[in-house]
């Protein structure tokens, strides 16, 4: 994953999270606080995949262009 992403993300966490951190008595805000963090994990996971498929997407691109190239050569 890209060093920029990966450091916005993790400051976007720490900004979110950063009141989270104290007990938490009402079972709302317990709710509201363990969905925020299921988003925050598939949100992290999501990028990770994307960032995984783009790679794969320019190496294959790469590989596919230089096919070309070769048969415009003959």
């Known amino acids: 994953m890209d060093p920029a992403l990966q450091a916005k993300l993790a400051e976007l966490v720490e900004r979110m999270l950063a009141d989270s951190d ?14 925020l963090r299921d988003a925050l994990d598939t949100l992290r996971l999501t990028v990770k995949y994307l ?8 190496r294959e691109n790469t ?12």
């Open 22 to 35: 104290g007990p938490v008595a009402d079972p709302v805000q317990r709710q509201r606080l363990h969905e």
């Open 63 to 74: 590989i596919l262009r230089k096919e070309l190239a070769q048969r415009k050569k003959r």
């Open 51 to 58: 960032a995984f498929d783009l790679e794969a997407t320019r």
